[in-house]
């Protein structure tokens, strides 16, 4: 199976527009840092899935990954699940970035500069319009 052909499946739809709909405040906020290429010309996408999974924030240039997480994610069952996770998109060629959502809170500045140390790429040239 390529790439392309399971990312973003039809069949996960809903469940990124209901994510992107009601996403937490955490996520509103660090968004708005990422959104529009904000971050060094970065595009990332909210709510993007690969396989079964829907990715928070994915950077397709990057092949990154950016997880917020929330209290449930770190409940013994929410750790294994994340691991799993995590595996299968490492085997994607997928950096996965896990931030507790309160560290939006206390320090967003620290969450954008460990995004941009795992950029590989040499960024886009900026248009001048």
């Not at 560290?103 to 590989?120: G, P, Q, R, T, Y």
Request: proline share 3%; net charge positive; with cysteine.
């Amino acid at each position: 199976m390529n790439k392309k052909s399971i990312n973003n499946l039809t069949i996960l739809k809903n469940r990124r527009k209901f994510l992107r709909n009601n996403g937490t405040s955490a996520e509103a906020v660090l968004w708005g840092y990422l959104k529009n290429r904000q971050l060094e010309g970065r595009k990332f996408r909210r709510q993007f899935s690969v396989a079964k999974y829907v990715l928070d924030f994915y950077c397709t240039s990057e092949n990154l990954n950016v997880e917020l997480d929330g209290a449930h994610h770190f409940t013994e069952e929410g750790l294994k699940k994340d691991a799993a996770r995590d595996l299968f998109l490492s085997h994607q060629g997928i950096t996965v970035l896990r931030f507790e959502n309160k560290a939006v809170w206390e320090n967003v500045d620290e969450i954008l500069s460990e995004i941009k140390k795992h950029f590989k790429n040499i960024p886009p040239p900026l248009s001048p319009f």
